[in-house]
Structures are given as structure tokens and as C-alpha cells.
């Protein structure tokens, strides 16, 4: 690279946010022929099973964000493993239990692009070079798995969501729906303001249940992925340089050919499929009104339950059977499961 710029190897760590006495330590490594990252903290000792601490690991009691007796497991193994090691560990099978549960529900097939997007927040796994948390919002085709450029670096305030949609509205077109979570910045005014513009139905996830929207949480995790690959040894970076770096992420994974797909890529699904609707403001009109008739149905049998709850998990069934009947979405039952289990979409 110094070749190539004719720059200094201290400008290039300037320009790479790459701090000069780590570059200087990992020079002196090279010379001596000797690791050239090593882990930090002290080295462990005393050796382990991998295979009983991990059945350890799941006999914790997992929630959805953490794992009690986690810290007391570390201390049973804290001269052999790491405390960043276990907690990694104790992170992949909170999610790998988590996967399980979902897929002992019903499973949700999206069969036709352009009809429903989905929009989420969440934040990356390491900090910028100032310290500071690195955001990303990611919003994809449900349908193809088509990944818009994402919103990358500071935390987005809903007038910049905002202005963000209506900008990949006009370019690719509105589409039906949108599902979000109930983040604030996600239900701000102004983003309110540019849905009812183009028509587009609001689709909120219910309070605290993260598989309501679990495709656009597979769709973060597997950014955050390739993300992680993309940055490489530029992991401290700030956070006006991420977004490239997620923008060629997202690209790589919209390129990327999928079974799930029929072997074909996001890209050619969303912008070459023949099942991809348009809709216009009328017919989008007309949509919303049968929805609402189903609503006040559901709500008339639901008449032992009120409330805002109760109208939006009316508003979440009307819209499920709105889109079977229409084969944008097929849904699929886990045999082994209960029939009585609420529907993944309106629970």
C-alpha cells in the first residue's frame, strides 16, 4: 500500500485509524517471526472440556438478552477460559435455543417480492475508534431478501428515517407494508407522515416479542457477519468509515445465490420477478378498507378484550389472512406443535 500511495507508513495508520504503536508492535512481530495478534489478558492454564461446559452452558436459564448463573459459571472456569470467551459462548447458544424455539412455531414463507418490507435498528458488535456505539438500520424485501443501503454510524432520529424511506420509495417503489419494531425513531411523526404519502400500511411488531419480525433479525445478524468479515483488521474505525464498509456488505449478500430463492440472488428475484405487484393509491385504498372490515369482525368476537392491544393484534390477524389469500405469504405448521398456538403474526 505504501508503494501504491507513496505515503508514509505513520500517514497511512492516520488514514486507516490504525493506532502507530499497534502498527509498530505487529512490524516488530513480523521480524521476529512470531504471532502477529495476540489475544489479550492473561494466558489460561488449567485445560477444559468444550464439551461439558457447554452442556453447562445450557443448563443456564437463558431470557432473550441474558443467561443467569453466566458469571458464576465463570468463575468455576476462569483459570481455563476466558471471560470474552464464555460470554461468546453463552451468546451462540442463547441463539441457537432461541432458532430452535422458532422453528417449533409456525414458519412464515415469503413468496412474492415488492409487497412487504421490514425495517429494524440494532447495534454493532464493536465500537468505533472514539468509543462511541456504531448503529446500523437495515431494510429489506421481505419477499426477495433484497437488502437496502443500510444507515450506518451515529443513532438515526426519525426525521432522517424518514427522508432515508422516501428516497428508496421513490427509487424502487412503495411498497404495501411495512413492518417495524415500536422504537420511537421507527414511530416518529415525520415517519407517519411519509407512509400515509405513499399509502403504505404500518405493520408494528407486538411489545417485547423480537420473532414477530425474526426475518429482518436473521436479515441484521447476517450483515452484522459479513460486516465483521469486511472490516478485518480495520475494526476500529470511525463512524463516518462504516457505512462503506456496510454498503459492500450489503451488496456481497444481495449478490449471494440463496435455495430459499430457487438458487437465484435477491437482486435478480426483486428487480427481474414477474410475481412483483404494483399497487395503486386506489387499489391501496380499497386494500385498507377490507382490512379494517376484518378488524372490527375480529374485534366483535373478541368482545371480552379492549384496547389499543387488542385493536392492533386484530389489525396484525386481518393482515395475515389478507396475505395468504393473496399468496404473498404461506404459512407452515410444526406438526409437533399445538394448533392452538397464536399465529407468529399476531401473538
Not at 389499543?308 to 407452515?332: C, P, T, Y
Request: glycine residues 8%; aromatic residues 8%; positive net charge.
Amino acid at each position: 500500500m505504501r508503494e501504491k500511495t507513496g505515503m508514509s507508513y505513520r500517514d497511512l495508520c492516520s488514514a486507516l485509524s490504525v493506532p502507530w504503536s499497534s502498527f509498530s508492535r505487529w512490524r516488530g512481530r513480523i521480524r521476529k517471526d512470531t504471532v502477529l495478534v495476540k489475544r489479550p489478558g492473561p494466558k489460561k492454564v488449567e485445560p477444559f472440556d468444550p464439551a461439558v461446559l457447554r452442556g453447562e452452558i445450557h443448563s443456564l436459564d437463558h431470557g432473550s438478552k441474558r443467561s443467569a448463573g453466566a458469571s458464576k459459571l465463570y468463575g468455576c472456569y476462569r483459570e481455563g477460559v476466558s471471560r470474552r470467551d464464555l460470554s461468546r459462548m453463552v451468546r451462540e447458544v442463547r441463539h441457537d435455543l432461541w432458532v430452535g424455539q422458532r422453528k417449533s412455531l409456525r414458519q412464515i414463507e415469503w413468496l412474492r417480492p415488492g409487497v412487504v418490507w421490514a425495517m429494524d435498528a440494532t447495534e454493532y458488535d464493536q465500537r468505533a475508534a472514539d468509543g462511541e456505539k456504531i448503529h446500523l438500520h437495515n431494510t429489506q424485501d421481505l419477499g426477495s431478501r433484497y437488502k437496502f443501503l443500510p444507515m450506518a454510524g451515529g443513532y438515526p432520529v426519525g426525521e432522517e428515517i424518514a427522508g432515508y424511506l422516501a428516497d428508496k420509495f421513490f427509487r424502487f417503489g412503495p411498497p404495501l407494508l411495512l413492518k417495524r419494531d415500536n422504537g420511537g425513531n421507527m414511530n416518529h411523526l415525520a415517519v407517519n407522515e411519509v407512509l400515509s404519502e405513499f399509502f403504505i400500511l404500518p405493520l408494528n411488531s407486538p411489545a417485547y416479542y423480537a420473532p414477530y419480525n425474526g426475518a429482518i433479525e436473521e436479515s441484521q445478524a447476517e450483515l452484522k457477519k459479513c460486516l465483521r468479515e469486511k472490516l478485518g483488521l480495520a475494526s476500529s474505525c470511525s463512524r463516518e468509515q462504516i457505512e462503506p464498509y456496510a454498503e459492500a456488505a450489503v451488496h456481497d449478500l444481495n449478490h449471494r445465490l440463496r435455495g430459499c430463492l430457487g438458487g437465484k440472488t435477491s437482486c435478480q428475484v426483486f428487480f427481474h420477478s414477474d410475481s412483483k405487484p404494483s399497487f395503486s393509491k386506489r387499489e391501496r385504498r380499497n386494500i385498507y378498507d377490507r382490512l379494517m372490515e376484518k378488524v372490527e369482525n375480529i374485534l366483535a368476537e373478541m368482545s371480552h378484550q379492549c384496547g389499543q392491544a387488542a385493536k392492533e393484534s386484530a389489525w396484525r390477524i386481518a393482515v395475515e389472512f389478507w396475505l395468504q389469500s393473496k399468496g404473498v405469504i404461506k404459512v407452515h405448521i410444526n406438526p409437533k406443535v399445538s394448533p392452538h398456538l397464536t399465529p407468529i403474526l399476531a401473538p
